[in-house]
């Protein structure tokens, strides 16, 4: 018997989530049933293609080479059930994306909720996450990042305003410390740290009049989570370095106040960005069309 098309995803889902449970979830069947799709396919073709420990899962070196080579394959059938759904007229089907939390909070209302409601057909699964990924081996049809980190592959659609950074700090802080007036003063409060997913510390950026500087800043507190780094600076631990968009509201109410106004640069507008190589399903196009329209 050959092997079913189910028991080809199971095996591509693990590798790609490392867990049987995770895969499980992403496939909406139960771990059993995944499990057991993935030793019957190892007992069909007599070769064993994960390593299991009660701890991790990973692949043998035969279980890579079947993945590398399933893949596209597997790519290729649902571009071609994807193409023959999109002549049936209104979008449907699942649209996966993958997207830094931060972006993910900058597109829902604007981009994403209009489009759920004009395209009721369509499953919108939106994994957040910050580290980079490669979209394309993940399973994702498209991801939301900056255009400077959006690879040189890949089709970028941008939209909406640059991203801005802004130095906040609470007004009892300034009131006990002061206000830093250039970035060497910051060497003399205490800041909130940004740890990156890569697991170094952000260095805040600033420049004026074509002045680049990079502060390596120092604080009693480190964190990885922008809400995080927000509610330390409403209680006054230090200064933080955020989006305006996640701390806009804060300063609307008076529980931040901000500073180094003139030395905050714009960075890069966000993207839609997806394979270029690959035919566009009509979920991903109405999207497309959805964002160009808004603007």
Same mark, same amino acid.
């Given at each position: 018997?050959?092997?079913?098309?189910?028991?080809?995803?199971?095996?591509?889902?693990?590798?790609?989530?490392?867990?049987?449970?995770?895969?499980? *979830?992403?496939?909406?069947?139960?771990?059993?049933?995944?499990?057991?799709?993935?030793?019957?396919?190892?007992?069909?073709?007599?070769?064993?293609?994960?390593?299991?420990?009660?701890?991790?899962?990973?692949?043998?070196?035969?279980?890579?080479?079947?993945?590398?080579?399933?893949?596209?394959?597997?790519?290729? @059938?649902?571009?071609? @059930?994807?193409?023959?759904?999109?002549?049936?007229?209104?979008?449907?089907?699942?649209?996966?994306?993958?997207?830094?939390?931060?972006?993910?909070?900058?597109?829902?209302?604007?981009?994403? @909720?209009?489009?759920?409601?004009?395209?009721?057909?369509?499953?919108?699964?939106?994994?957040?996450?910050?580290?980079?990924?490669?979209?394309?081996?993940?399973?994702?049809?498209?991801?939301?990042?900056?255009?400077?980190?959006?690879?040189?592959?890949?089709?970028?659609?941008?939209?909406? *305003?640059?991203?801005?950074?802004?130095?906040?700090?609470?007004?009892?802080?300034?009131?006990?410390?002061?206000?830093?007036?250039?970035?060497?003063?910051?060497?003399?409060?205490? !800041?909130?740290?940004?740890?990156?997913?890569?697991?170094? @510390?952000?260095?805040?950026?600033?420049?004026?009049?074509?002045?680049?500087?990079?502060?390596?800043?120092?604080?009693?507190?480190?964190?990885?989570?922008?809400?995080?780094?927000?509610?330390?600076?409403?209680?006054?631990?230090? /200064?933080?370095?955020?989006?305006?968009?996640?701390?806009?509201?804060?300063?609307?109410?008076?529980? /931040?106040?901000?500073?180094?106004?003139?030395?905050?640069?714009?960075?890069?507008?966000? !993207?839609?960005?997806?394979?270029?190589?690959?035919?566009?399903?009509?979920?991903?196009?109405?999207?497309?069309?959805?964002?160009?329209?808004?603007?």
């Amino acid at each position: 018997m050959r092997p079913g098309l189910t028991e080809l995803e199971a095996v591509l889902a693990v590798a790609r989530k490392g867990s049987f449970r995770a895969a499980a *979830a992403a496939m909406e069947m139960s771990t059993s049933a995944l499990s057991q799709a993935v030793a019957s396919l190892e007992t069909r073709i007599g070769t064993r293609l994960f390593h299991r420990t009660t701890r991790s899962v990973r692949l043998t070196e035969a279980g890579e080479r079947f993945v590398a080579e399933i893949g596209p394959a597997l790519a290729d @059938i649902h571009g071609a @059930i994807e193409r023959a759904g999109d002549e049936a007229g209104e979008p449907s089907g699942t649209l996966r994306i993958n997207t830094s939390a931060g972006a993910a909070r900058r597109v829902m209302r604007p981009y994403l @909720i209009p489009y759920m409601r004009r395209f009721p057909g369509v499953h919108l699964d939106l994994v957040t996450e910050d580290r980079l990924i490669d979209i394309v081996r993940e399973g994702f049809d498209a991801g939301f990042r900056t255009a400077d980190t959006v690879p040189g592959d890949m089709v970028a659609v941008p939209f909406g *305003a640059p991203v801005r950074f802004a130095v906040v700090g609470s007004p009892g802080y300034f009131a006990e410390h002061g206000r830093p007036r250039s970035p060497a003063d910051l060497s003399r409060h205490a !800041c909130v740290r940004a740890r990156m997913p890569a697991g170094h @510390i952000y260095h805040w950026e600033f420049e004026k009049r074509g002045d680049v500087i990079a502060v390596d800043v120092d604080g009693p507190l480190t964190l990885d989570e922008p809400e995080l780094m927000l509610a330390a600076a409403e209680a006054g631990l230090g /200064l933080t370095y955020l989006e305006e968009f996640n701390v806009a509201d804060s300063l609307a109410a008076g529980r /931040l106040e901000r500073v180094l106004d003139d030395w905050t640069p714009s960075f890069d507008r966000l !993207c839609l960005y997806y394979p270029g190589r690959r035919h566009v399903p009509a979920t991903l196009r109405a999207l497309i069309d959805l964002i160009r329209e808004t603007g």
